[in-house]
């Protein structure tokens, strides 16, 4: 088909229609318990009309949530990060420590995130009130640093012998290796790894906050499925996809910003 | 005393020789030129008194020490000129500074780099990434930069190989008026005879490989400053280009009655810096995959 103007915009609304419609049906047809979308809008006005409205510790608008959300994720994201790199660099600079680790890294990795949750509640008993928040954060940690890992293991594999070259013949002490040399050529390789963990760490959290009850999306969700108000199931959904499409995006912005460098 | 010496140094990859038994002495402020073909070994020869390979028989000196390991002392210009790509021309010859006077205070760095840089005239493009310059551009910063060193000896591996021909000319001309203004001792490896025998002293044909090694050395007696015209009617310079050419073809000839062999051949492909590196590079395999690879080569008898 040939493009014409608007069509960036017209495209994608004609596909929302569409998926609309289906689920209109769905509702009419086979599925006699989905809420339709005007039902689901109706009930869901609310809490996006307000949505920073606080009216009890699960009744908040559905921004406000989604702040709670976001900034466990962060904590865990950047726990990830603090704790995956460094293992990515050691993984790329020694084989050794590679033959070591890397079975382990492979049999962990494919974990999910429901598996470890129970453990770091476990872990984190004794912390009492915040038990689940360090549960939480643990599980985030654990799951979402893997891309970190294998990629800055990758990018700092595949520095040029050229590069290293000259840190030889410079005789750059260690530090000045790793900051002249090292990072900055494993960079690219390293941001790729960050952004499949922020889409993971936030995957993560949902499942988190399911199983713990904490405030935030997932937590909502869970509750309003207990609650029987399915209208909401389908709001937290959808905010939770566009939440993590506008991060996807944002790291893909800061990606480029690294690609150019 | 040679200034730089090599006694019988030879060097095998994966059990294929591809050094054997190689004598090279250099004198202070000599230039030398060593000529051999593409895969002989001459980047693995440069790479063994550069201290980043280890010889496995022989020993190589340098001032009467025996070289052990890479050191700022032997700057060394790559082939495909091994600039870092996220620093600028300025940072990537300060980095070199620094690393060899660490004791220099940022002033006296400032100073050092940017006569350094005016040297190779590139001070208009000293704030510029390497990838924003030209091959030929590129090659005087990663000349610039091993002459901030300040080094005893230059080592040039094949530094004019991935230039064109009018770029080449002019970077000849450069290194040659370099050379005279600090009178430093020069070792170049190329692949163009007439090219080590305009700028060098003394030519040394690398015999071709596997197992290379040197052939005698051409004292190239034609007075400096050489003229790039006229040299080519210089009945010295003929005799002397026919017979380097003629012993480096019959040492190709006679090796190709040996059988065929595996040998490793060095990566000489230039990386080529014009290719961003792209965000989803972590699908592609390592950039330099042939360094290390072996290859069959197809001796005819």
């Given at each position: 088909m040939k493009s014409f103007k608007l069509d960036w915009l017209v495209l994608p609304f004609l596909g929302v229609v569409a998926v609309l419609i289906l689920w209109q049906i769905s509702c009419a047809t086979w599925a006699k318990d989905l809420p339709t979308p005007a039902k689901t809008w109706e009930t869901s006005k609310p809490y996006i009309m307000e949505p920073f409205a606080k009216r009890g510790e699960m009744d908040q608008g559905i921004l406000r949530f989604t702040w709670y959300s976001l900034i466990l994720v962060a904590k865990g994201y950047f726990l990830a990060l603090i704790i995956g790199t460094p293992i990515g660099f050691f993984l790329g600079l020694s084989k050794t420590f590679t033959k070591a680790f890397d079975p382990i890294i492979q049999v962990l990795r494919p974990v999910s995130p429901l598996a470890w949750l129970p453990l770091g509640l476990v872990l984190f008993m004794g912390?009492?009130?915040?038990?689940?928040?360090?549960?939480?954060?643990?599980?985030?940690?654990?799951?979402?640093?893997?891309?970190?890992?294998?990629?800055?293991?990758?990018?700092?594999?595949?520095?040029?012998?050229?590069?290293?070259?000259?840190?030889?013949?410079?005789?750059?002490?260690?530090?000045?290796?790793?900051?002249?040399?090292?990072?900055?050529?494993?960079?690219?390789?390293?941001?790729?790894?960050?952004?499949?963990?922020?889409?993971?760490?936030?995957?993560?959290?949902?499942?988190?906050?399911?199983?713990?009850?904490?405030?935030?999306?997932?937590?909502?969700?869970?509750?309003?499925?207990?609650?029987?108000?399915?209208?909401?199931?389908?709001?937290?959904?959808?905010?939770?996809?566009?939440?993590?499409?506008?991060?996807?995006?944002?790291?893909?912005?800061?990606?480029?910003?690294?690609?150019?460098? | 005393m040679p200034y730089l010496e090599l006694q019988n140094v030879s060097k095998s990859f994966g059990g294929v020789p591809v050094l054997k038994n190689v004598n090279l002495s250099l004198e202070q402020g000599e230039f030398v030129a060593i000529v051999g073909f593409s895969g002989a070994g001459k980047t693995t020869l440069i790479s063994l008194i550069a201290g980043l390979l280890k010889p496995d028989t022989g020993t190589t000196k340098l001032n009467g020490r025996e070289i052990t390991g890479p050191g700022p002392d032997r700057g060394i210009v790559f082939q495909n000129y091994s600039?870092?790509?996220?620093?600028?021309?300025?940072?990537?010859?300060?980095?070199?500074?620094?690393?060899?006077?660490?004791?220099?205070?940022?002033?006296?760095?400032?100073?050092?780099?940017?006569?350094?840089?005016?040297?190779?005239?590139?001070?208009?493009?000293?704030?510029?990434?390497?990838?924003?310059?030209?091959?030929?551009?590129?090659q005087r910063v990663s000349v610039a930069r091993a002459l901030a060193m300040d080094p005893q000896i230059l080592l040039l591996d094949e530094p004019l190989s991935a230039l064109d021909a009018l770029t080449r000319a002019t970077l000849q001309d450069e290194i040659s008026r370099i050379r005279s203004e600090t009178n430093k001792t020069v070792l170049l490896i190329t692949n163009d005879p007439?090219?080590?025998?305009?700028?060098?002293?003394?030519?040394?044909?690398?015999?071709?490989?596997?197992?290379?090694?040197?052939?005698?050395?051409?004292?190239?007696?034609?007075?400096?400053?050489?003229?790039?015209?006229?040299?080519?009617?210089?009945?010295?310079?003929?005799?002397?280009?026919?017979?380097?050419?003629?012993?480096?073809?019959?040492?190709?000839?006679?090796?190709?009655?040996?059988?065929?062999?595996?040998?490793?051949?060095?990566?000489?492909?230039p990386e080529d810096l014009n290719i961003p590196r792209t965000m989803t590079a972590w699908r592609k395999t390592p950039i330099r995959k042939r360094e290390q690879q072996e290859e069959s080569v197809e001796v005819k008898s």
């Open positions: 912390a009492g009130k915040n038990a689940s928040e360090l549960g939480a954060l643990f599980t985030i940690a654990v799951c979402s640093m893997w891309p970190t890992v294998l990629n800055t293991a990758v990018g700092v594999r595949a520095i040029p012998q050229d590069y290293l070259n000259v840190a030889k013949v410079l005789k750059l002490s260690r530090s000045k290796t790793l900051f002249k040399v090292l990072i900055p050529a494993s960079l690219p390789y390293m941001f790729t790894g960050f952004r499949l963990s922020l889409g993971i760490a936030w995957l993560v959290i949902v499942a988190a906050e399911m199983l713990t009850g904490r405030p935030g999306v997932g937590g909502f969700l869970w509750q309003e499925y207990n609650a029987l108000i399915y209208e909401h199931i389908i709001l937290c959904i959808v905010t939770i996809g566009v939440v993590g499409f506008i991060l996807d995006r944002l790291m893909s912005v800061v990606e480029k910003k690294f690609k150019a460098a | 600039l870092l790509p996220w620093l600028s021309v300025f940072e990537n010859i300060l980095l070199a500074v620094e690393a060899v006077n660490p004791a220099w205070t940022a002033d006296q760095r400032q100073a050092h780099v940017e006569k350094y840089i005016a040297m190779v005239n590139l001070t208009p493009a000293r704030a510029k990434k390497p990838g924003e310059l030209s091959g030929g551009m590129r007439d090219e080590g025998i305009y700028l060098a002293d003394r030519i040394i044909p690398l015999t071709a490989g596997p197992g290379a090694t040197l052939g005698p050395s051409f004292t190239v007696a034609i007075p400096r400053p050489r003229d790039r015209k006229s040299i080519n009617h210089d009945p010295h310079f003929k005799q002397l280009r026919r017979e380097v050419v003629e012993f480096m073809l019959n040492s190709k000839t006679e090796r190709r009655t040996a059988i065929t062999k595996k040998l490793i051949l060095p990566d000489i492909e």
